[in-house]
């Protein structure tokens, strides 16, 4: 089963920013447009920090996969944290707008992709991402999916990960509604919380003979 532990101590509290930001990485500061869309529910700037700082140096170099684009806060932290390039996945047309623009005002347009679309239509039909470099996938949708669409929820983590490339890393928030010991290779899942989040995260190990790529 997954290796649940106690909540973890998140960064020092600080006021809630009336704008989302960049907290880490060459683009530490930069401002993420918002439109509060309670629909969205962007992962709060304190929780990301906690995650990346779980993810560290592996980031380099992955392909991000942010399967519920939303503002494009994790894609776009994984870009200023080194990941080569990130693809973005958004039903919302109003919400896809804003992360198109959130692309462009950071100006990584030539290594970001959005696709307005349902994801979990794309998980079924669409193409699989280039198996290199390895992935670092994101799954942060509303928390009610795992409850309204629990079983598409774990198809879709259970098709990527079945197809994920050795070194590939997953991130899934939830909250404590969702078992994530349900989710495949359930014992090699670190669950952490930060109260209402829990967050599992996942690495695909390569072969013996390999070393995990940085």
Same mark, same amino acid.
């Given at each position: 089963m997954a290796r649940r532990r106690p909540a973890s101590p998140l960064p020092a509290a600080r006021a809630e920013p009336t704008e989302l930001r960049i907290v880490g990485g060459a683009l530490r500061g930069r401002k993420l447009r918002y439109g509060g869309e309670r629909r969205v529910r962007p992962m709060k700037d304190r929780v990301r920090e906690a995650v990346f700082n779980l993810l560290g140096p592996s980031v380099r170099g992955k392909q991000a996969i942010d399967l519920f684009?939303? $503002?494009?806060? =994790?894609?776009?932290?994984? /870009?200023?944290?080194? #990941?080569? *390039? %990130?693809?973005?996945i958004e039903q919302h047309l109003p919400t896809a707008?804003? =992360?198109?623009?959130?692309?462009? $005002?950071?100006?990584?347009?030539?290594?970001?992709?959005? /696709?307005?679309?349902? $994801?979990?239509?794309?998980?079924?039909?669409?193409?699989?991402?280039?198996? #290199?470099?390895?992935? @670092?996938?994101?799954? !942060?949708?509303?928390?009610?999916?795992?409850? !309204?669409?629990?079983?598409?929820?774990l198809? @879709?983590?259970?098709? @990527?990960?079945? *197809? #994920?490339? %050795?070194?590939? @890393?997953? #991130?899934?928030?939830?909250?404590?509604?969702?078992? /994530?010991?349900? =989710?495949?290779?359930a014992e090699r899942w670190d669950v952490r919380r930060y109260p209402p989040a829990v967050v599992g995260i996942l690495r695909i190990k390569p072969p013996d003979n390999e070393p995990e790529p940085l």
């Open positions: 684009g939303g $503002t494009g806060a =994790l894609g776009l932290e994984a /870009i200023s944290r080194g #990941a080569s *390039r %990130a693809l973005f707008m804003i =992360l198109r623009e959130n692309v462009a $005002t950071l100006g990584v347009e030539s290594v970001c992709e959005v /696709i307005r679309g349902d $994801t979990f239509v794309w998980g079924e039909r669409g193409p699989a991402p280039p198996p #290199a470099p390895p992935w @670092l996938v994101f799954a !942060s949708p509303p928390y009610d999916f795992y409850v !309204s669409r629990a079983d598409d929820m198809r @879709l983590v259970g098709r @990527l990960v079945e *197809r #994920a490339p %050795a070194g590939s @890393l997953f #991130a899934v928030e939830s909250d404590e509604r969702f078992d /994530i010991g349900l =989710l495949p290779l």
